[in-house]
C-alpha cells in the first residue's frame, strides 16, 4: 500500500538532489524517445518513487488511477528494449476532503484517511539503453550545430563572379 506522504517526501528528494533530477530526466528521455506517450494513458502517470540506481539499471514506479490503466503496448515496447515492467495493483492512502464535521479524525482538526485503488507500473531501465538514448540525443544536437555552421559559412562566403575566358578557353 502507498502512502501520499511517501510520494510527496520523494518528490521534495528530487527536488533537493540534482543528480537525482537529472537521472529522471534521463529517464523520461528514453520513454519519450521510444514513443510511450502516444500509447493509451502513459501520459497521465504520476511518480511514486525512484529513480532507484543500481550498479545496471534505475527503477522508477508510476502511479494511475485504477480506471485509467496504461496501455499494455507500452510496456511490451519496453520490454522489446531490455526493460522489465511490472503492473500491480494497489491502494493509496489520501486524507479526505473536509466537507462536514464527520470528515475528521477524531481529536484533531485533519481529515480521515481513505484508501483508494491504484495502478502502480514499475519500470527498471538498463543505464546502457539510458545512455545510448543519451548520446544519440548528442550526436544528433550536434550534426545539427555542424550543418547549421557549414550553411553559416556558405551564406558568408563572397559570391563568386563569372570568369572571363581566356584565349587558351574556345569562344562560342
Known sequence: ???IIEVIKNL???RENDTS???LQDFERVLDELDIYVFKNWQEGELVSGPHVNRYSVKCTFMWPREEMPAPDGAMRL???GCKVVYGKE??????KIRDPGDFRP???KGKIDAHPIWTVTIEMPKKLMQDVYVGKENK???RMSDLMKY????NAAPTQPQEPTSDQPQS
Open 107 to 109: 481529536g484533531t482538526k
Open 12 to 14: 521534495q528528494t528530487l
Open 21 to 23: 533530477f537529472r537521472v
Open 152 to 155: 553559416t559559412k556558405l551564406e
Open 79 to 81: 520490454n522489446e528494449h
Open 1 to 3: 500500500m502507498q502512502d
Open 141 to 143: 544536437e550536434n550534426k
Open 91 to 96: 491502494n493509496i492512502l489520501m486524507p479526505r
